[in-house]
């Protein structure tokens, strides 16, 4: 009884039996699973009791690791591993008043703008604190500001804007001091040096009040939290 072919399941006859790989074949039926190309003895390269040519043969065909039935099952099992630590680390912060959104990077920006807000504001408080400590008790207040102006610190200054600050008006309005230096930028504001006195104060809106300063001599607008009430 003769056999059937590996490849077409036909009777092989004795004169075009070819016997490989555990199973007899015509010897046009013994070609590459892949491309079909013709193959003999000498040129075959079987793999699970099939032939294959060299450029198809499947042990070559891999051009990863990860491409490997075996390695793709250890990225499948990875991926599950990483769910479930993902859905315990979840449930272990779902009570204490955060999410793990809390390390995303959008959550990260807004957690250093913060953080430079506070410092702003702590380096501003600690400048106000550091006036009142600065500023002469109340029984000495009138004799300070009545004291002239500094010529170094006036270097520069017209003599008229001299005469304007030792004359100038007081018509026993709100008086500020200035806890910030200001450079003005426009025409109709006030430049401030830190300590600067400044009288007749009233406000125009909200952030800016109009004053005069008694050291320049000038009045105009001026931002309101650079200045405090005496």
Known sequence: MNPPCGRCNKPVYPTEKINCLDKYWHKGCFSCEVC????SMTNYKGFEKKPYC????????????TD?????????QSMLNSQALYKEEFEKNKGKGFS????????????KTQD??????????FEKSKIRSDAPPPENRQDYEDQPSNPVSDFGQSAGQMRTAAVAPHSGGKRYQAMYSY????????SLQEGD?????EPIDEGWVFGFNQR??????????YVRPL
């Open 36 to 39: 079909k190309m013709a193959l």
């Open 183 to 190: 450079m003005a930028a426009e025409a109709d504001e006030l």
């Open 116 to 125: 430079q807000i506070s410092n702003i504001k702590y380096h501003e408080e």
């Open 54 to 65: 060299t450029m198809h043969y499947p042990k070559t065909s891999f051009t990863i690791v």
């Open 68 to 76: 490997t039935p075996e390695n793709l099952r250890l990225k499948q």
């Open 100 to 111: 793990a959104v809390a390390d995303t990077p959008e959550m990260q920006r807004v957690k």
């Open 197 to 201: 006195l400044i009288l007749d104060v």
């Open 216 to 225: 320049t001599g000038q009045r105009g607008m001026l931002p309101a939290n």
